[in-house]
């Protein structure tokens, strides 16, 4: 029997759910928004975004041709974007829309399916003119930018390198004649590849080159480089321009190549924050950091934990909702097939993808946090914290692109057969967020870089030099005894940070042995870097672990009871399921005994029991509208089987019924005439 739920047909299942659910839902919507106020502002937001229908296309974007496909995301692109300057912008207090409002950002995912082709131009080309122009560049660029009167990108990547930025081959030679530079691309290697809307949609771009100044090389820097023209949208002569061609997602946002052969830009072109060429060419660094150039990309890498958290709670909510209402196999004769949801297997796959989705959402808001206090400080010329930053954002990038790419699979798997259809939402979830772990730094590499991070902080606690708070824990990796394992959130918690110490100690050790046998320090290090992947990663895995249990503790002081009881459910199950992940470590590192993980493992079943009956609602308390999720299993209502098969009708497959194939190709096989 269906049920009505606010005017909507819901099926029954999820309305048993519904009822089935202990706490106030609402209160757990306001934890995951980081406050009622925030959730108030969102809904307003989304009402006037997505209530009018603009999101909604004729036809599915699967089944357009990716020409259409394109042009609808431009046409849709373009709508929100107006929306963004007027009404967005207003809502969400902002003087100007741009990228400072995440929750404008994650609405705009009930306009694509894949990605806006302005991915780019909101989320790397205007925060680059933020954060590497001087005052007077940014007066003139910001505001043509923020109103889209210019279109941009950031082409740093290259055919031949992507990760070892210090390889670009992209030339930008200083001409004093002209005080102007000369953009060349010398070889095939050195044309951009990958940036977002190059192909088709960007007038302008940020473009990383070696800057060349009375010949000598003085390293990346970026430029601001108009390609197409602004009126007709042409290339500029001594542009070569286009799309890369189909990829695994990300197909309507037109990645593009780009080559110069001696193209001209202005001297005050290239972006001058952090260093400058003079007239003459003299060139000046005025920052005090060799690595601030790379500021856009940290940036990013710190949006993206944000990202991956929202869209990892998407495909819960439709993996839970979907088992929910999905029964199969019969292991009771005398009883009804039960909800797959009730089977502890499709838990286990399921309430770690929940919980993670909570533990990245609240360390993206303390990064976020941790992030403005670094900017704040650099403003007052004060650099010291940046290493600490770059190896925490490094780390948590990796982790949690990688956990969610995974942890959305194994949605798709907990979903059988149907969660191969596009239609169910999760391979384009999927297809985006496993470009997350490589773009904007690749996963071993940002591991690496916070291993390099974790090697200095080890030596130095082994000197009793004062150590930095994200590694303070550093300082007992000393104390010649394991650590003691205790089954408590705090006790796991600080045997994940001495898996993290102990696993760094043995790099520490291995690298000192291969270097006293002879080799160097390059190829000792090179020899650990399996390991020392891994001790970045248990690194990461403690932080996230740590900072999750104390953000939730925060949060919930004044809720009530139940409330409180789910969400410390939800870290405790966090925090079984890594430590039983990782038994192997603890028994390296720990005191932990063969019992303890028995009784552990025994704890986090008994774990699943208790979340179950409130599975639904802590998805629905992520309160993700239909048009977010863009998915026939996850739907509020539940009427699963229903849409599978509307959508099913809409196939262009089915307009005909028969085939031309059929004459073509079926018919004179078979008659034994081809
Ligand atoms: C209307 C439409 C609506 C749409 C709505 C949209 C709204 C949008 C708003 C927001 C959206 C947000 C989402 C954004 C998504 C954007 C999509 C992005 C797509 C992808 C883009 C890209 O991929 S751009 C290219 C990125 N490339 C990389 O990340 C390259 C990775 N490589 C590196 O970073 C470096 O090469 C590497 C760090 C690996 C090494 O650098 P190197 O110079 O060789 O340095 P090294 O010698 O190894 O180290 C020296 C020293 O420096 C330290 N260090 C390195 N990097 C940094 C740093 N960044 N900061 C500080 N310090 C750094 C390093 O650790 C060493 O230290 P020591 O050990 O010597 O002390
Ligand atoms: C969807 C998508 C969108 C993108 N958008 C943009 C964009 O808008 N602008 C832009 O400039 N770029 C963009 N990129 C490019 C992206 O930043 C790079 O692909 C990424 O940084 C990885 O670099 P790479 O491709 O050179 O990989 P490689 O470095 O060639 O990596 C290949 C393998 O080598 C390993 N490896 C490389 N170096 C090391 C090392 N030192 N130690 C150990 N292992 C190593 C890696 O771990 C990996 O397994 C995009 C990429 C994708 C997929």
Not at 285 to 309: D, I, P, Q, S, W
Not at 427 to 456: C, I, M, W
Request: with cysteine; aromatic share 8%.
């Amino acid at each position: 029997m269906t049920q009505t739920n606010n005017n909507m047909t819901v099926n029954p299942d999820l309305a048993m759910e519904r009822a089935k659910c202990n706490f106030n839902v609402l209160e757990v919507t306001h934890i995951f928004d980081g406050g009622e106020r925030n959730t108030l502002q969102r809904k307003k937001i989304e009402d006037v975004a997505l209530n009018s229908g603009a999101s909604k296309d004729a036809l599915g974007e699967e089944h357009m041709s990716p020409k259409e496909k394109y042009e609808n995301a431009v046409r849709k692109s373009c709508i929100y974007a107006t929306m963004m300057k007027n009404e967005l912008a207003e809502l969400s207090g902002l003087e100007s829309f741009g990228v400072s409002s995440p929750v404008i950002r994650r609405t705009a995912d009930a306009f694509f399916k894949e990605v806006s082709p302005f991915l780019l131009h909101l989320g790397m080309f205007v925060p680059t003119i933020m954060g590497q122009c001087t005052p007077e560049q940014q007066s003139y660029w910001l505001p043509r930018a923020l109103d889209m009167q210019i279109i941009g990108t950031y082409a740093q990547t290259e055919l031949g390198h992507g990760t070892f930025i210090r390889g670009l081959e992209t030339t930008a030679t200083y001409d004093p004649e002209t005080e102007e530079f000369v953009l060349h691309s010398p070889t095939l290697s050195s044309y951009k590849w990958w940036a977002g809307g190059l192909g088709k949609t960007v007038n302008y771009c940020i473009v990383v080159a070696q800057l060349y100044t009375k010949g000598e090389c003085h390293g990346t820097h970026p430029f601001i480089v108009q390609i197409r023209d602004e009126d007709t949208h042409v290339p500029l002569p001594g542009i070569k321009v286009g799309e890369i061609g189909p990829k695994m997602g990300f197909n309507t946002a037109d990645n593009g190549f780009l080559g110069f052969d001696h193209y001209r830009i202005p001297r005050e072109h290239m972006l001058m924050k952090n260093a400058q060429v003079l007239k003459d060419g003299t060139y000046v660094k005025v920052a005090r950091h060799g690595k601030l150039t790379y500021g856009t990309m940290v940036f990013v890498r710190v949006v993206l934990v944000n990202e991956v958290a929202f869209n990892l709670a998407k495909a819960s909510t439709i993996a839970v909702r979907y088992s929910a209402i999905r029964r199969q196999s019969k292991p009771k004769p005398d009883e009804v097939e039960p909800q797959i949801l009730d089977y502890v297997t499709q838990q286990h796959k399921l309430f770690i993808a929940i919980a993670t989705a909570h533990a990245l959402q609240l360390c993206s808001t303390w990064l976020w946090e941790s992030f403005s206090a670094v900017l704040a400080q650099m403003k007052g010329g004060n650099t010291d914290t940046l290493p600490e930053f770059h190896a925490l954002s490094s780390c948590l990038k990796a982790i949690s692109t990688s956990d969610s790419a995974h942890l959305i699979e194994q949605c798709r798997h907990a979903c059988g057969g149907h969660g191969y259809m596009i239609s169910s939402g999760i391979p384009n979830l999927y297809n985006f967020v496993s470009a997350t772990r490589t773009y904007e730094g690749d996963y071993t590499v940002l591991l690496l870089q916070t291993a390099r991070f974790l090697v200095k902080a080890y030596e130095q606690a082994e000197a009793k030099k004062p150590l930095t708070p994200t590694v303070s824990y550093l300082a007992h990796a000393f104390s010649g005894s394991r650590a003691t394992w205790d089954n408590s959130p705090d006790g796991i918690i600080r045997s994940f940070q001495a898996l993290a110490a102990g696993k760094t100690a043995v790099c520490v050790t291995n690298m000192r042995k291969r270097m006293r046998a002879g080799l160097s320090q390059v190829d000792a290090w090179e020899m650990s870097t399996i390991q020392l992947v891994a001790a970045a990663e248990a690194h990461c895995r403690a932080v996230i672990a740590d900072t999750y249990r104390k953000e939730i503790v925060r949060l919930t002081a004044n809720s009530s009871p139940n409330v409180k009881v789910v969400m410390d459910q939800l870290t405790t199950l966090y925090l079984y399921y890594w430590a039983l992940e990782r038994t192997g470590d603890l028994l390296m590192f720990t005191s932990v005994s063969q019992k303890d993980l028995v009784d552990l493992q025994i704890a986090y079943e008994e774990l699943l029991l208790k979340i179950r009956p409130n599975a639904v609602g802590l998805v629905d308390a992520f309160d993700l509208r239909d048009e977010l999720l863009h998915s026939t299993l996850g739907s509020y209502d539940g009427r699963v089987y229903e849409r599978l098969m509307e959508e099913a009708l809409k196939s262009p497959m089915n307009k005909e019924p028969v085939s031309d194939a059929y004459s073509k190709y079926l018919r004179p096989m078979m008659k034994g005439k081809l």
